[in-house]
């Protein structure tokens, strides 16, 4: 530290305690700071003083780390996601798709994404995938397949078709139910699914994915295990919608 | 174009930021239900339009927020204020110093119920200063006061909360002034 300030003032002990703040908190600035540190050299009482306010300023710091939560909560995070995905759907001018069809297919990429990102695939002991599915949702995971089918088919929702869907998802994620297939697609939701593929905008590749999934809902629905390996393959076809 | 933030960033910052924001709001307005929506709205503000300056000014622009924020809720739902009636009582510095090792549940405890005690204006200071690190010009901006007046509030907030703690260990019989940063009268020098 350079020391050209031989006529700096001298402080006394008052001066001192007045900027005491500023001292612990490295709030001032250089002149005065030079000051302080040269009567803090020679005065015994102030740097008692400012050690014992460091100390109680550390206390308050581990008062302030023991309140509150370590993770931001799911409400939060759900409340921001679908607040923005809404604004973002009454943005985009992209033609409709038919609800109907737009919750079946959301229902999958639940599913889908669920799987994928709770280790299913990879996890310990796979057991019924349906069950599996349900427990391990989270309103996170649910959300991030809305987002994900909502970018595949760019499709425009009303706020109480999005609210309606949300709620479903958030409920059948969490009350622990085994036949997500049929609370979320239902017989309306299949016909949904159904008429989407039929519909003539489609890419290929939107066609070929929605038929996979569709394969993939009749087996669980018959209560038979599809392959993992079908699930990996309609993941990785979602996945390529994903736009940046 | 304007600057966006996609909603994988968005979901990185809330991962990054959330639970210490959270912190802050619930430590200025003590609600932990209003401290939830006020950071759920700062995130969606954040994704509407992020501040200039990139991603290096966002942590702080995201505390400024939240700090306005809380202190609104703390107006609107004022709870009735409970100053106590701080009168250092100079005997306290003759009395035998007990050599109590506290550990720091106890420590902390007894700092909670000072800052709790304390008067909005000078417990909010100190939770942006020494909870959130936030610096003066941050901390003027978000309470919208000058920034010349930061210091000398934080010292009076400082000064208050030691003078809580000793009071509070005179009352339930811990002895000795050793948390009292300053010296029981201002301005005399021994
Ligand atoms: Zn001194």
Known sequence: ?244 | MPVHISEMELQDWMDRLGPQLLRLSTAICHDSVAAEDVVQEAFIKLWRKPPDGGARAIPSWLKRVVTNASINVLQRTRRPAKLPDVSYDPALQHQDRVDQRLDLADEVARITHAMDRMPEDKRIVIVLRVQHQMSYAQIAEAMGIPEGTVMSRLNRARKLLAELVVEQDAQSGRAGDESLPFRPTLGQER
């Open chain 1, 1 to 244: 530290m350079s020391s050209d300030t031989d006529k700096s003032t001298k402080l006394s002990c008052p001066d001192v305690e007045a900027m005491l703040s500023g001292i612990i908190d490295g709030e001032l600035e250089r002149d005065l700071r030079h000051a302080a540190e040269l009567h803090l050299l020679e005065c015994e009482a102030c740097r008692d003083m400012v050690n014992r306010a460091e100390q109680l300023d550390e206390l308050v710091t581990a008062a302030g780390e023991r309140q509150g939560p370590d993770a931001l909560p799911d409400r939060v995070r759900f409340g921001v996601l679908s607040t923005i995905e809404r604004e973002k759907a009454r943005r985009m001018r992209i033609p409709a798709v038919a609800w109907s069809g737009w919750a079946a297919a959301a229902a999958l990429a639940l599913l889908v994404t669920i799987g994928s990102l709770t280790g299913w695939f990879g996890g310990p002991e796979p057991s019924e995938p349906g069950a599996r599915l349900v427990l391990a949702g989270s309103q996170r995971d649910a959300f991030a397949g809305v987002r994900m089918i909502a970018r595949v088919l760019g499709g425009e929702l009303t706020e109480a078709d999005f609210d309606a869907l949300v709620r479903q998802l958030a409920a059948t994620a969490t009350d622990g139910q085994p036949n997500i297939v049929s609370r979320l697609l239902g017989d309306e939701g299949r016909a949904g699914l159904h008429n989407l593929l039929q519909n003539e905008n489609l890419t290929d590749l939107q066609r070929q994915v929605l038929q996979q999934a569709e394969r993939l809902v009749n087996e669980l629905e018959r209560g038979e295990t599809p392959g993992q390996r079908d699930w990996v393959q309609l993941n990785e076809g979602l996945s390529r919608f994903q736009l940046g």
